[in-house]
């Protein structure tokens, strides 16, 4: 069975009145390549007439943000055209790629009524060939999405890019990268092999699983090593798990701000661009 390197506790990164965790990057933990970023926001309940999710206007080039809605809604927009409104099971998949200007704030429903919140947004890199690619937005909603379950039914995969026990993900991506939700009912069982090729992913949403004969809590990830292809995943309770793989790009990253690149040059260069208006105008 894969061995596990080591377990990350998410670090706890309030956001105003958002309730933020973040396990990657911390001290501990820069990234698990292509991996490079996560935010679990949440759970909280908002009151009404909120003031809802606070990310205004923000660029950003290099990388991908892919954003799993579990409760709650996000309503995007951004400098190329592009806006919706994704409830709750939806997911968003963004590539900045050269570079774009993008707006993730709560739907004027939601603050106005307020409710359950919890969302979780996670940078994907991308690769030096395609870190000038022309950026793009899909937004679905959990309808959308596909869903595949386990030999005895008790554990239910939301496939949102790769493919994943046997059935297609929403999402097409430039690279490999393979990611899907996974809801386990309690004593629950599944069993993968991932290629040693492949970096996982493996983050505990909720709940309480066991991997390898590893206890694996809620708010922690497992960073694995690649010496054998074989996972054994177990529920003690209900849990969630952020799951994913793919292959590292072993390249050079170099990420300041909202900005992932290979080198410092080309960081600035992108404060440039953004400054002199190249990655589109913001308006109301």
Same mark, same amino acid.
């Given at each position: 069975?894969?061995?596990?390197?080591?377990?990350? $506790? !998410?670090?706890?990164?309030?956001? %105003?009145?958002?309730?933020?965790?973040?396990?990657?990057? #911390?001290?501990?933990?820069?990234?698990?390549?292509?991996?490079?970023?996560?935010?679990?926001?949440?759970? *909280?309940?908002?009151?009404?007439?909120?003031?809802?999710?606070?990310?205004?206007?923000?660029?950003?080039?290099?990388?991908?943000?892919? #954003?799993?809605?579990?409760?709650? =809604?996000i309503a995007h927009? =951004?400098?190329? @055209?592009?806006?919706?409104?994704?409830?709750?099971?939806?997911? $968003?998949?963004? #590539?900045?790629?050269?570079?774009?200007?993008? !707006?993730?704030?709560?739907?004027?429903?939601?603050?106005?009524?307020?409710?359950?919140?919890?969302?979780?947004?996670?940078?994907?890199?991308?690769? !030096?060939?395609?870190?000038?690619?022309?950026?793009?937005?899909?937004?679905? *909603?959990? =309808?959308?999405?596909?869903?595949?379950?386990?030999?005895?039914?008790?554990?239910?995969? $939301?496939?949102?890019?790769?493919?994943?026990?046997?059935?297609? @993900?929403?999402?097409?991506?430039?690279?490999?990268?393979?990611?899907?939700?996974?809801?386990?009912? !309690?004593?629950?069982?599944?069993?993968?092999?991932?290629?040693?090729?492949?970096?996982?992913?493996?983050?505990?949403?909720?709940?309480?699983?066991?991997?390898?004969?590893?206890?694996?809590?809620?708010?922690?990830?497992?960073?694995?090593?690649?010496?054998?292809?074989?996972? *054994?995943?177990?529920?003690?309770?209900?849990?969630?798990?952020?799951?994913?793989?793919?292959?590292?790009?072993?390249?050079?990253?170099?990420?300041?701000?909202?900005?992932?690149?290979?080198?410092?040059?080309?960081?600035?260069?992108?404060?440039?661009?953004?400054?002199?208006?190249?990655? %589109?105008r913001w308006t109301?």
């Open positions: 069975m894969r061995s596990i390197k080591k377990i990350h $506790q !998410a670090e706890w990164r309030p956001i %105003g009145d958002l309730v933020t965790y973040s396990p990657i990057p #911390t001290a501990s933990l820069q990234m698990i390549d292509p991996f490079i970023f996560l935010n679990h926001h949440g759970p *909280q309940v908002y009151p009404e007439n909120n003031n809802g999710l606070p990310f205004g206007p923000h660029p950003h080039r290099g990388m991908e943000t892919v #954003t799993f809605i579990l409760d709650g =809604d927009k =951004d400098s190329g @055209g592009h806006s919706s409104v994704i409830e709750s099971g939806g997911v $968003q998949w963004m #590539t900045a790629g050269s570079g774009l200007i993008h !707006a993730e704030v709560s739907s004027e429903e939601f603050k106005k009524k307020g409710g359950d919140l919890e969302i979780l947004q996670l940078w994907v890199n991308l690769p !030096a060939k395609h870190k000038m690619a022309e950026p793009k937005y899909i937004g679905l *909603q959990k =309808d959308a999405i596909p869903v595949a379950f386990s030999e005895d039914k008790k554990v239910k995969a $939301q496939i949102v890019s790769g493919e994943f026990l046997g059935v297609k @993900g929403a999402f097409e991506t430039f690279t490999d990268i393979n990611l899907s939700t996974l809801f386990f009912e !309690a004593d629950a069982n599944l069993e993968l092999e991932i290629p040693v090729t492949k970096n996982i992913f493996f983050y505990v949403i909720k709940g309480n699983l066991e991997v390898n004969g590893t206890e694996i809590k809620e708010r922690h990830l497992a960073e694995f090593k690649n010496d054998d292809p074989k996972l *054994q995943i177990s529920a003690k309770e209900e849990s969630i798990l952020l799951f994913g793989f793919a292959t590292p790009f072993e390249e050079p990253v170099v990420a300041r701000g909202p900005f992932v690149m290979n080198s410092m040059q080309e960081i600035e260069e992108a404060y440039q661009d953004f400054q002199a208006g190249k990655m %589109g109301e």
